[in-house]
């Protein structure tokens, strides 16, 4: 039992004799360091222990599995919301990360059969293509498209140039078709009086038309009026899309000096104008 400070204090003035029972008070009053401060001597310590886990439930803290599943994330990843993944992947820079299919869930990439599947469908686009490009290529280079022989005229006269034009070289007065009368009337070339006449007004004829451009093409991004390079209006305006090579409808209208087109639908890229001169 301890004695009050003050008490102490008193015994303790001057010129006071204190007793051998008031020095073993004073004494008795604190504690000594070899003796141990019982847990009900400290003022709070009852209400501070009791903010402290025991042993026991710390350890069975430590071993629940669910323990702060609130805040966070398990082991297993079990209590993760698809919003805590989604913010994860956003911190950590990885929201475009690909995935491939699994057995309970579709991923975001293609696997290798969808890449193969895409890639022998792109081939025969390809080939489809090329064959629609060579068969557009033959077409063009097909006399019927003239719907006559001149194409055919055309083509032996640009192949025996050479020897076409050794023959107007030759004077008329060395060569003996000069001579040659012809049994028919030609008013339409001007009435040629021998053969030597009618081979040049043929020949002329000829080259001209030879130099005369049959076919022309033109590239438009919408409704256009455009200068007729083929000087008629005899002419076959077909329209395709410059990138796909698809058929564009159109509405077209050609004179000796234009040509107009008017698209029918919306445009995705330039058209490309094919013009093609054919037979009155």
């Known amino acids: 039992m301890s004695t009050p400070l003050h008490t102490i204090f008193s015994w303790f003035e001057t010129g006071d004799f204190p007793t051998e029972t008031q020095f073993k008070d004073t004494f008795l009053s604190f504690y000594h360091k070899d003796d141990l401060i019982p847990m009900e001597g400290i003022e709070g310590f009852e209400e501070i222990f009791q ?3 025991s042993a026991e439930a710390f350890q069975a803290h430590l071993k629940d599995p669910n323990a702060h599943s609130e805040y966070l994330a398990l082991l297993n990843a079990g209590n993760l919301t698809s919003a805590h993944v989604n913010s994860w992947k956003s911190k950590l820079g990885i ?11 579709l991923g975001n990439a293609y696997t290798k059969i969808q890449v193969d599947s895409f890639v022998d469908a792109l ?3 390809d080939k489809d293509l090329a064959l629609k490009i060579e068969n557009i290529r033959n077409i063009l280079l097909s006399n019927d498209l ?7 005229i055309v083509d ?8 076409i034009e050794a023959l107007k070289a030759i004077p008329i007065g060395e060569s003996r078709e000069d001579k040659v009368k012809l049994l028919l009337d030609y008013n339409e070339l001007g009435s040629p009086k021998n053969q030597q006449e009618f081979n040049k007004q043929i020949y002329d004829r000829v080259l001209l038309i030879s130099q005369t451009p049959t076919s022309a093409v033109v590239q438009v991004t919408g409704n256009a009026v455009f200068p ?8 076959i305006i077909q ?19 234009t040509i107009e087109v008017k698209m029918i639908g919306d445009l995705v890229n330039p058209i490309n104008i094919l013009i093609l001169k054919v037979k009155p």
């Open 95 to 105: 929201s475009n990360v690909a995935t491939i299919d699994g057995s309970d869930q």
């Open 146 to 152: 003239s719907l006559d022989e001149l194409q055919e």
């Open 123 to 125: 081939k025969d686009a």
């Open 51 to 53: 903010l402290f886990a």
């Open 156 to 163: 032996f006269i640009k192949k025996n140039r050479d020897d």
């Open 239 to 257: 329209a395709r899309d410059s990138v796909t090579g698809k058929k564009i409808n159109v509405d077209d209208y050609a004179t000796n000096q």
């Open 228 to 235: 007729n390079t083929l000087e008629t209006e005899n002419v």
